[in-house]
């Protein structure tokens, strides 16, 4: 009876410590680096069906962006962002959408441009835009929601192509090390470190920026030489901007870009801002690996 009572003890003991099954934990929050891996080398044209989304067009891959041209109309992938954009809203996207993942609308310039963001669950977000000189706004998010439903395609699908960057290419340039230097201390401002931006092409330091990437259109303007390159000063806004080219390692007929820029944080910039991008240009500028 007591060997019994014993075992019986035992059996109920052992079934109170069995393991409890586990549990279904669901789908996992898509974030942008799951979706994209390394934005330093994301090929933005890789998330574009071109001949399902514009048929004809010629996609053209950036460092940070795929542009696509069909005629007057132009298709931009990317970039990606992280900042707040009160521009951007809610909206009922018709296809499916991965968990943790918005797909949202930008009234900005909403009279000539589609703009659509995919918001991913670390708060990073992938813009695309339809942009042309139509009336048409309803044919023109027909092609963005298309976009999207490209590029959501191509990341669930694990289709996200990579570029390679050949030796000499600014692709390979880190620009917050071209910033980090006091010959850029009066342009930038007093104070403040260099900041790069979320695809490693791009650094902001006080009112200096620097972008590098693969041109899409001619720089316009008369060129200088700046730092012993040729380079096209020209003002947009509050920005005064400074353009240099070098033929493309590996990609024939195209050019890379850098892209200078001082901010007039006062209002409207003129030959004082010009003046401090020229600084900043002849001390960047001569660092730039050349092909």
Request: aromatic share 4%; charged share 15%.
């Given at each position: 009876?007591?060997?019994?009572?014993?075992?019986?003890?035992l059996t109920a003991g052992c079934a109170?410590?069995?393991?409890?099954?586990?549990?279904?934990s669901g789908p996992t929050p898509l974030t942008a680096a799951d979706a994209l891996g390394d934005f330093g080398s994301v090929d933005y044209c890789s998330l574009l069906n071109v001949p399902a989304v514009a048929p004809g067009a010629v996609a053209v891959p950036t460092f940070e962006s795929c542009h696509a041209q069909a005629g007057p109309r132009t298709i931009l992938v990317g970039p990606l962002a992280f900042d707040s954009d009160p521009n951007i809203k809610p909206y009922d996207y018709p296809g499916p959408v991965p968990d943790g993942v918005a797909v949202q609308q930008s009234m900005f310039n909403d009279r000539s441009a589609c703009t659509?963001?995919?918001?991913?669950?670390?708060?990073?977000?992938?813009d695309l835009s339809v942009t042309d000189n139509g009336s048409d706004q309803g044919g023109r998010c027909d092609v963005a929601d298309a976009a999207v439903g490209?590029?959501?395609?191509?990341?669930?699908?694990?289709?996200?192509?990579?570029?390679?960057?050949?030796?000499?290419?600014?692709?390979?340039?880190?620009?917050?090390?071209?910033?980090?230097?006091?010959?850029?201390?009066?342009?930038?401002?007093?104070?403040?470190?260099?900041?790069?931006?979320?695809?490693?092409?791009?650094c902001i330091r006080g009112k200096v920026s620097l972008k590098l990437t693969v041109e899409t259109a001619e720089p316009a303007g008369p060129s200088e030489k700046l730092g012993g390159r040729d380079a096209r000063v020209r003002l947009a806004g509050a920005f005064c901007l400074v353009d240099a080219t070098q033929?493309?390692?590996?990609l024939p007929g195209r050019r890379e870009l850098a892209e200078i820029s001082v901010v007039e944080t006062a209002g409207?910039?003129?030959?004082?801002t010009c003046a401090l991008a020229r600084t900043a240009a002849t001390s960047i500028l001569p660092r730039l690996p050349t092909p």
């Open positions: 009876m007591a060997v019994a009572m014993l075992c019986a003890l109170a410590t069995q393991a409890a099954p586990e549990q279904n659509r963001a995919i918001t991913f669950a670390d708060g990073n977000r992938l490209s590029a959501l395609a191509a990341i669930t699908a694990h289709k996200v192509g990579r570029l390679t960057f050949p030796d000499r290419s600014w692709g390979r340039v880190a620009p917050c090390v071209l910033l980090d230097t006091h010959d850029l201390d009066s342009a930038a401002g007093p104070g403040g470190r260099p900041a790069t931006g979320l695809s490693g092409h791009s033929p493309a390692p590996g409207t910039a003129g030959d004082a």
